[in-house]
């Protein structure tokens, strides 16, 4: 059940109507999980600076439980994600950061209980 929290200081306006849409059939394809399992939060017009530059930027941090956990698996899946933000949004990969976290499954809970138990 990956979670992808997108911030961003590019204004909602100048963001495509489908983009979280798209960011979760990306995540869907790039994590090899399904698109009804992605759960997406994007925050456009966000007050951020990276690099400690305010100049159009995104964060993104991916958290999921088993697809995130090494750095071969998260060098892959940073390379697409890049890849889809960078034409999705017209940003240089200078101006992107991602953070992995693996999760595991009793930190999640849903429906009562925690996933450890569904």
Known sequence: ???LDLDTNIPQQDIAEDFTEKLCSAAASIL???KENINVTVRAGASLLL????????????SSIGVVGTAEENKEHSSKFFE???KALGLTPDRILLRFHPLEAWQIGIKGTVVTYM
């Open 84 to 86: 889809f933000l960078t």
């Open 1 to 3: 059940m990956p979670f």
């Open 32 to 34: 090899s999980k399904p």
């Open 51 to 62: 690099f400690g530059a305010p100049s159009p930027c995104v964060q993104l941090i991916i």
